[in-house]
């Protein structure tokens, strides 16, 4: 299992023997934790508690804060690298952790003031986030008011900040902007929705808001921040030049890898005690068949890993050089997140196939790597035939009327 699990190191030289180095270590030691405690986050919809203080305190949830505040300042891809290191136990805890970093990295993009109400009011602030956003918004003097339901906010449940979508309108009702906005958890409340057949762990509940007032200040404007105009006077700060619309996507992934490799790593090892039913095969591996399904998984979860690291590798080298992507690269790097989640679950399917019709019993981790997988490969910002589209247009010099979220 090294040419999948371990050959995929942190590319930057100067970052082998990094506080990032250290902290994928420290999720890799969390493993076994989070295994002991999957079926019980599954079961109870919420990563346990237990998984949420030990990550808090392997420093995890840091990951994406910036120095200031007593953060690491990550990289795309030690965020790829920590995420699939916890999803190969637990994928609703690994997404909570990488959504909850994701949300860290936006707020790092805020003005000063707003990430002083985060960061520097509690140093270990978790901010939970929702892009979707309500209509329910009036202007008032210094800011917004906003009413609304933000369905799903993964991390909520852990978290003290939201990040919540808002439209503003004019006085004609003509569209005037779209944001971010920062509002403590202490204005907020949950409501329990999330019934669901995968992704069960992240407790992706929905937020709920009545007359909240939002200051400017803690406002971010996604327009401007798809085209990188961040209101952060920090510009010194080389994690918070990353592109907007790159980070968006790729943040969704990580978790991905981990359950892929996972589940390839527990079909090899169960594969000698294994039989194949009414066949001549008294062990798996004796099969030519199964040899090949096995080839074609790791192919898969190998081209996967390699896509996914090409994309964070490239964002993370143009920040440190303070450059920004061609529109090219961002369409494609939208289109690279689909393919790895096609790849990844296109993988689950076979190794389940490989595996036997036992892979669905309830004690089996594989049914539940397969309903994690299937579910966030689902999320409509990683959908392959949308990023195919966007991919497709700007490669031909089609004018992209689908979202500006590239």
Known sequence: ?????????????SETSSPLRELVSRAQGLQPLLSKNATESDRNRRA??????????????????PKRYGGYEGTIRSHLEISAALAE???GTSWVVSLINGCAWFTGLFPEQAQDDVFGADPDARVSGVFTPTTQVRRVEGG???????????????????????VEHDENGAFKAQYLALVPMTELTIEDTWFTTGMRGSGSNCIVGKDVFVPDYRLLDIMAAVRCEYPTPFKEEVAYRAAFGPVSVLLLIGPQLGMGRAALKYVIEKAPQRAIAYTSFTKQTDSTVFQVQVAEAALKIDSAHLRAFRAADEIDDLARRNELP????????????GVVASDITDALNTLIFAHGAGSFAEASPMQRWWRDS????????????IGAELYGKALLGVENTVTPLV
């Open 326 to 337: 061609d529109y090219i690269t961002r369409a494609r790097i939208r289109a690279d997140t």
């Open 144 to 166: 917004l008011v906003m009413s609304g339901k933000w369905y799903f906010s993964s991390g909520s449940l852990h978290a003290q900040w939201a990040m919540l979508g808002c």
């Open 374 to 385: 299937n579910t966030a490969a689902r999320h409509a910002i990683v959908l392959p035939a």
């Open 1 to 13: 299992m090294g040419n999948i699990i371990d050959n995929f190191e942190i590319s930057s030289a």
């Open 89 to 91: 136990a637990c994928g």
């Open 48 to 65: 346990s508690e237990e998984n949420i203080q030990a990550a808090a305190e392997a420093g995890l949830f840091k990951l994406m804060v």
